[in-house]
């Protein structure tokens, strides 16, 4: 069985990377003022974060139609027997779901849509470790036994300066408890059955990456073989730091750097920090 891979922009994998590896990517887009841009495809990382911050309003973000997706997976099913598709987590976006459906009306070719139940570079090592399978020849059925292996030590937290736009956003769950008095605090959040819900109430931002920054070595003082990324909404010098602090006393571990593209950084606005990992 041919075995393709595809996931949608949210992983935030590089055009470089996904060429190398064979990953195939349907794209979110964001809204300024009615024109829409596909990210990682119209516009940059770099340029979004400037629009915002020239735009009166906030954009507004929109998942990849069913149509579009059908286009993607019947050119596929030329080369492939089947597809894996890994994407954002289906309770904050309509894409996995989208993917189900019209994974239904092509012909040709199998779809095994997989929920990574998270977003941004977590989501993008379910799809990277799926096109290393897919590249050894491995079955569906097995691409899917791992990526859920993985699933059992994946973790991620996050923080971000205003909880505003994930307010208005309607992506944080349980918001109404955190609007408030909580504006002024720097909630670490994670994803919890499917959802951004809050984590833990910190005082300052500070202390919150403190937080994260600690969780993490704590899983990495009980010897495991990690693989971590240091996430930023352009303030990389942040993510850069973070990771050298970790590296110094963690060398052996597999690090990178990645970023919260136009789509999640709508969502949690610039200057949010993010930290992933999982047991390889």
């Not at 003022?33 to 507004?60: A, C, G, H, M, W």
């Not at 994407?87 to 849509?113: C, K, N, W």
Request: aromatic share 8%; hydrophobic share 40%; proline share 3%.
């Amino acid at each position: 069985m041919k075995l393709a891979v595809m996931t949608d922009s949210t992983a935030y994998i590089s055009a470089d990377e996904r060429k190398n590896k064979n990953i195939h990517m349907v794209p979110l887009s964001v809204i300024f003022n009615d024109r829409s841009f596909e990210e990682e495809i119209d516009i940059t990382t770099e340029e979004f974060y400037q629009k915002v911050k020239q735009s009166k309003e906030l954009p507004t973000t929109s998942q990849p139609s069913i149509g579009y997706i059908t286009e993607k997976l019947e050119e596929l099913a030329k080369d492939y027997d089947a597809v894996i598709s890994v994407h954002l987590s289906s309770r904050i976006s309509g894409t996995y779901q989208a993917v189900v459906t019209a994974g239904e009306m092509v012909e040709g070719i199998d779809v095994f849509p997989y929920d990574s139940e998270m977003s941004c570079m977590v989501q993008g090592f379910y799809a990277l470790e799926a096109a290393n399978l897919a590249q050894q020849g491995k079955s569906a059925e097995e691409v899917i036994a791992r990526l859920d292996e993985m699933k059992e030590s994946m973790r991620a937290y996050f923080m971000v300066d205003d909880l505003t736009n994930l307010q208005r956003g309607g992506r944080l769950s349980g918001a109404q408890a955190l609007v408030g008095s909580l504006l002024q605090v720097k909630p670490i959040l994670h994803f919890s059955d499917k959802l951004i819900v809050p984590f833990e109430k910190i005082r300052t931002r500070k202390k919150a990456i403190s937080r994260i920054m600690g969780m993490l070595e704590s899983d990495a003082e009980k010897g495991k073989n990690l693989r971590v990324v240091f996430i930023h909404g352009n303030a990389e010098a942040t993510a850069i730091e973070l990771r050298d602090e970790f590296l110094k006393k963690y060398p052996t571990m597999e690090t990178s750097i990645s970023y919260f593209g136009p789509v999640i950084g709508t969502h949690l606005g610039e200057g949010a920090i993010g930290v992933g990992w999982y047991v390889k």
